[in-house]
C-alpha cells in the first residue's frame, strides 16, 4: 500500500470516528433520561390503539412476556427498574411511552425495544396507559 | 442481615426464564442487543453436503450475555462430525458486539470484534470471508484437524427498520494472525414477524409468535484480490419460532449460488434464554 494510500486510509478513519464521536456526544447532549428525554414531535403521537380493549389485552400479554421479569407483574419496579407507577410515566403522552419503548435507555439498562414491531409497542403503551385498571 | 435481604438476593440469584425475541437470521446480525442480564444458551447444527467427501454436521454451542444495553458478549464452542472420518472439536470464540449510539436512528451501527482459535475443520460455517469455497473443505478430517489458526474479525452491522422489516448489512474483515491477508465478506438479510400485531389470547403454534425471512452472504476476496472472483454465496431463506417459555427454534435451508459453493446447506437452531437475576442489571 503506498503512503498517500496509507495517509487516505487514516484520514478516513479518523473522520469517520470524529463523526461518530459528534453524534455520540450530540445524543448525550441533548436527551434528558427517561421519558422526559422524548422529543415534542414523539409526545405528540397519538397511539392508534387508544382504549381499544383488544390492544389492551394484547398489551398485557406483552407486558408479561418481556416487562415484567424487570419492572413486576404489577408495574411495581424492582431494582433500577423504576415502578410505572411513578408520576413521570403516569403523566407521560402515549407518543413519550412509544418513543421511550423504542430507544430504551441503554446507558442505564433499559432495553431499546425496537426488536418489537410498532404496533406491538402501541399495544404495550396502550397496557401502560391503563395499567391499575388491566392489573386488577 | 434480615430475613427480607436474604430472600432478596436469593431471588436475584434465580434464573428466570426470559422470553426476548431471538434473531431469526443465523449468519447477519442486526442491531438488537441482548437485554442486559440475559443469558442465552444455544445450539446450532448445520448439515452441509459436500462434493469430493463426506457430507458433514457442524455445530456450535452458544452463549450469548447481554453486558449492557448498548455491550453484547458471546462465547462460542464448535464441532464437526464428517461421514466416514469422524468428529472432531475444532476450536472456540469470543465475540463482542457494541452499539456506539444509544438512541434508535434510519441506519443504526454496531461494533463486532471476534477472536477464534479454530483449526482448519471447522465446518460451522457461520460466516463466508475471502476465497472460502466449497473445495477447501473437501481436505481429510485427519489432515485439517491438526492446522490450527487464530483469528481476528471484525465487522460492521448496520441494521434499520423500516414499515415492520429489519434490514441488516454486515460487513467483514477477517484475518488469521499468524498469516495471510485480510479476507472480506458480507451477508444481508431482511426479516420480518409473520403478523406485525400481537393478539390477547395465549398461544404457541400462532402466527405472531413466528418470523422469517432471506439472507443472502459470501466472500469478497481478500486485500490480494478483492471481488467476485474464486468466493462462494449463498442465499437462506429462514423462520424462526418464538416459544412462550423462552424457547426460540430455527430452519434454515441453505442454497450454493454459484460451482464454488456447497449445494446445499441446512441449519437448525434451538436457543433458551435465562434472566440471570430479576431485572438483570
Known sequence: ??????????????????????????????????????????????????GDPEAIGAGRKLYAMQCAKCH???????GNAPSLGADE?????????????????????????SRLSEPRRWQLVAFLKNLDSATK | MNLKRISV???????????????????????????????????????????????FLGSWLELEY???????????????????????????RWENRWRPLMLEHKVNPVLYLEYASITEADKTLREIVGHDVEASQAEPLDVTRHEHEHELEAKLILSSNVKGWNLAHNWIAEKNLVHGAWEFGYAVA?????????????????AENFSGGVEVYGGLGDTDSFGFKDTSHYVAPFVAWNLP???TLRLSPTFGLNGNSHRFLLRFGIAHEIALGRGGR
Open chain 1, 1 to 50: 500500500m503506498s503512503r498517500r494510500r496509507t495517509t487516505k486510509t487514516v484520514g478516513a478513519a479518523a473522520w469517520a470516528v470524529l463523526a461518530c464521536a459528534q453524534v455520540i456526544s450530540g445524543e448525550a447532549r441533548e436527551r434528558p433520561s427517561g421519558v422526559a428525554g422524548a422529543p415534542a414531535a414523539a409526545s405528540a403521537l397519538r397511539n392508534p390503539y387508544d
Open chain 1, 72 to 78: 413486576g407483574e404489577r408495574g411495581e419496579g424492582w
Open chain 1, 89 to 113: 410515566v403516569r403523566r407521560a403522552s402515549p407518543g413519550a411511552l412509544f418513543w421511550f419503548l423504542t430507544n430504551g435507555d441503554l446507558r442505564r439498562g433499559m432495553p431499546a425495544w
Open chain 2, 9 to 55: 438476593l436469593l431471588a436475584a440469584l434465580v434464573p428466570v426464564a426470559a422470553r426476548a425475541q431471538e434473531r431469526p437470521s443465523f449468519v447477519t446480525y442486526n442491531h438488537h442487543m441482548e437485554e442486559p442480564g440475559n443469558l442465552e444458551v444455544g445450539v446450532n447444527p448445520v448439515f452441509g453436503t459436500q462434493r469430493g467427501g463426506g457430507s
Open chain 2, 66 to 92: 447481554g453486558l449492557k444495553g448498548w455491550w453484547t458478549m458471546e462465547f462460542y464452542l464448535d464441532g464437526q462430525t464428517t461421514r466416514g472420518q469422524g468428529s472432531a472439536f475444532t476450536g472456540f
Open chain 2, 190 to 206: 431482511a426479516t420480518r414477524p409473520f403478523t406485525l400485531a400481537a393478539t390477547s389470547r395465549d398461544c404457541s403454534f400462532c
Open chain 2, 245 to 247: 417459555g423462552g424457547t
